[in-house]
């Protein structure tokens, strides 16, 4: 008899399931204000491949929810650096806030109309 866990299949749908673009945009404003600024530790905390990565970070600049800075390293090499502005850290606390009483709602028992 094959004895199949429900946890592994709650496991396998959380791994399929899709991010929004929002929750992916909220996953890489998160990073930034972790301190995670350099494009690809954003890319590989974000969970994304870098195409989709620099077509969001060029819209989330164009918004103004962040900066980009250009660091100096000591190899010769401009690097691009990535800061939250103020109006990305009020986004994020908005969403966050959301999130948080959307988690909390319990839900209403549903009444029957007979």
Same mark, same amino acid.
């Given at each position: 008899?094959?004895?199949?866990?429900?946890?592994?299949?709650?496991?396998? @749908?959380?791994?399929? #399931?899709?991010?929004?673009?929002?929750?992916?945009?909220? @996953?890489?404003?998160?990073?930034?204000?972790?301190?995670?600024?350099?494009?690809?530790?954003?890319?590989?905390? %974000?969970?994304?491949?870098?195409?989709?990565? =620099? =077509?969001?970070?060029? #819209?989330?600049? %164009? =918004?103004?929810?962040?900066?980009?800075?250009? %660091?100096?390293?000591? @190899?010769?090499?401009?690097?691009?650096?990535? =800061?939250?502005?103020?109006?990305?850290?009020?986004?994020?606390?908005?969403?966050?806030? %959301?999130?948080?009483?959307?988690?909390?709602?319990?839900?209403?028992?549903?009444? #029957?109309?007979?």
């Amino acid at each position: 008899m094959l004895k199949i866990d429900r946890s592994d299949m709650e496991r396998k @749908d959380e791994m399929t #399931s899709r991010r929004s673009k929002l929750e992916i945009y909220i @996953d890489i404003l998160e990073e930034i204000k972790d301190g995670v600024i350099i494009p690809t530790r954003i890319m590989y905390g %974000a969970n994304l491949s870098w195409k989709p990565l =620099q =077509q969001i970070l060029k #819209s989330l600049v %164009a =918004q103004e929810l962040i900066v980009e800075d250009l %660091a100096e390293d000591g @190899d010769k090499r401009t690097k691009k650096a990535y =800061q939250l502005t103020e109006k990305g850290v009020n986004v994020l606390r908005y969403f966050n806030k %959301a999130k948080e009483l959307v988690e909390n709602e319990t839900i209403p028992e549903v009444r #029957s109309w007979k």
